[in-house]
């Protein structure tokens, strides 16, 4: 009886002293491995900013002929931009008629001068719609003015000929005038709507129709005998570029 009972206290302090040693050892750790980045700005945050600026071409119709010109564009707020433009185009008379002959060259009866109008305006956009529409479809009003130069320069020769039944003056060449052209300037302005396409990125296009008006007092002689005043008239642009 006492040699068990020795046994079992022999057991129960081998139990105690193991539980004992046990809870004395440290504890595993963990063998996870973490990588970190070799770079450390590889992950960062990107703060959203939208396109403001944009630039390209302009490409004018209107009764005249075609015509050219460049742009700068920058928005102010998300409906309220600013503009910069440069344009050149021909200008007519409405009297003007023009015949061909035989040859296929052309003249018109009359015509005393060419006009080249090239005017430099500075105008707003106020975009419509802006929370109806999406932005792949931006429609807007525009309107400006600036500094306007109406180049003046000799469509015939100022000398009479004749071929022994009529009297006539001679045509100059278009580049050969060039060089006996004149400047004058008055102030412009325009009013108009239209369209850009696109998404904000990238490329962006548009169409749009401003009436343009340059007003000269003492008036340019487009033909002979008559003073013109007034110049500008309904235009269509179609414009290209990118935004920045």
């Known amino acids: 009886m006492r040699k068990r009972t020795k046994y079992a206290i022999k057991t129960v302090l081998l139990g105690i002293f193991i ?21 450390p700005n590889l992950i960062r945050d990107e703060k959203y900013k ?31 931009s600013w503009n910069i433009s440069i344009a050149i185009s021909d200008v007519k008379d409405d009297a003007e008629i023009e015949y061909y002959d035989i040859y296929g060259n052309n003249f018109v009866p009359g015509k005393k001068n060419r006009l080249l109008l090239i005017p430099l305006t500075v105008g707003l956009q106020y975009r419509l719609f802006k929370d109806d529409i999406v932005d792949n479809f931006r429609p807007y009003l525009t309107a400006g003015m600036g500094p306007t130069m109406m180049y003046v320069f000799p469509y015939v020769y100022d000398e009479i000929y004749t071929d022994g039944f009529f009297y006539y003056r001679r045509k100059m060449d278009f580049f050969t005038s060039l060089k006996f052209g004149r400047p004058r300037y008055t102030l412009g302005g325009f009013i108009g709507g239209g369209v850009y396409f696109g998404m904000e990125k990238g490329s962006m296009s548009g169409i749009s129709i401003k009436y343009f008006l340059a007003h000269y007092s003492d008036g340019i002689e487009v033909m002979y005998g008559g003073i013109r005043k007034n110049f500008g008239g309904l235009f269509i642009m179609l414009t290209f570029g990118s935004m920045f």
């Open 50 to 80: 939208p396109l403001k600026n944009s630039w390209g071409l302009d490409i004018l119709i209107s009764n005249n002929g075609f015509g050219a010109g460049g742009f700068y564009r920058h928005e102010i707020t998300d409906e309220l």
């Open 19 to 39: 539980g004992i040693y046990s809870l004395s050892q440290p504890l595993p750790t963990d063998t996870t491995i973490i990588f970190t980045p070799s770079e």
